[in-house]
């Protein structure tokens, strides 16, 4: 396995630009493509800094094929960091936001237990009508739907309930 693998480079706006605008004019598009090993759709792309931060291995390329020093590259360089740590920390603010969101959805549905009698037929009706056949455990969690004696008392909520005159016509 590579050393470098997942290692990016963020240069300079000015210096990659200047770099690739270098290296097009050399090269051109496809042959610049195929020496750096990606899609030449990458190229003007990389000059115009749409792409902010390139892979070591491009990089490394790069200033071999445009003769520039590696002092000149330190010089230029913004920022040297490991690709999957980066991307483990975006997933994991993601996963915060997603537990602070089920944390407020589940606060905001009101749980009115006062509704009994409730067969499985109207609980099925409710499922389909939220799309959530196989998620019961969801629904009861959510507050639409809760069991007591299973499978004999079924209760809906007043938000299932509401869901199923919904779908009945009544609402």
């Known amino acids: 396995m590579n050393a470098n693998y997942g290692l990016m480079v963020k240069l300079k706006p000015e210096f990659q630009r200047q770099l690739f605008i270098n290296l097009l004019k050399q090269y051109k598009q496809l042959k610049l493509a195929s020496l750096l090993n990606r899609a030449p759709s990458l190229m003007y792309l990389y000059k ?13 390329k790069a200033i071999k094929l445009a003769n520039i020093s590696k002092e000149e590259l330190d010089k230029n360089t913004i920022n040297v960091y490991s690709a999957e740590k980066e991307r483990r920390k975006i997933l994991d603010i993601g996963k915060n936001i997603r537990r602070k969101q089920m944390g407020k959805f589940k606060e905001d549905i009101p749980k009115i237990k006062e509704h ?3 067969n499985n ?15 019961l455990k969801f629904l009861e969690n959510f507050g ?5 004696d299973y499978p004999h008392k079924n209760y809906i909520t007043m938000k299932g309930l509401r869901e199923l005159q919904r779908g009945q016509g009544y609402v």
């Open 48 to 60: 115009n800094y749409r792409i902010k931060s390139l892979s070591l291995e491009v990089v490394n």
């Open 116 to 118: 009994e009698g409730s």
């Open 121 to 135: 037929k109207d609980i099925a009706k409710v499922l389909k009508r939220v799309k959530m056949y196989s998620q």
């Open 144 to 148: 639409y739907i809760y069991k007591k």
